[in-house]
Nanobody, 122 residues
Framework: QVQLVESGGGLVQAGGSLRLSCAASGRIFSWYAMGWFRQAPGKEREFVAAIRWSGASTLYADSVKGRFTISRDGAKNTVYLQMDSLKSEDTAVYYC???????????????WGQGTQVTVSS
């Protein structure tokens, strides 16, 4: 079993920054994928970014490339999503998730956090 707890969401003006954290506990192997996803009202959950638990690989959605940075702190068992140059269209509930397969598809991720709201005002 893996438990995930997100934090760091909030209200920010367009152009601002936020850093999301995802604290993980349980058995996670180095090849596992740690992903960030988001879901806006009335829309499907979409991939944002992913990192191997080992930190060896990262992957980003085109919509956030160059603005968001995913990273991990092994000592703290925590994955971060640094979000810069935020836009109103980034407004969503953000979820972190753990998957065995390196994928951008939500269905490939088995464990999910409770989500944290990010609201970007224009």
């Amino acid at each position: 079993q893996v438990q995930l707890v997100e934090s760091g969401g909030g209200l920010v003006q367009a152009g601002g920054s936020l850093r999301l954290s995802c604290a993980a506990s349980g058995r996670i192997f180095s090849w596992y994928a740690m992903g960030w996803f988001r879901q806006a009202p009335g829309k499907e959950r979409e991939f944002v970014a992913a990192i191997r638990w080992s930190g060896a690989s990262t992957l980003y959605a085109d919509s956030v490339k160059g603005r968001f940075t995913i990273s991990r702190d092994g000592a703290k068992n925590t994955v971060y999503l640094q979000m810069d140059s935020l836009k109103s269209e980034d407004t969503a509930v953000y979820y972190c998730a753990v998957g065995v397969v390196w994928s951008t598809a939500p269905r490939e991720y088995s464990y999910w956090g409770q989500g944290t709201q990010v609201t970007v005002s224009s």
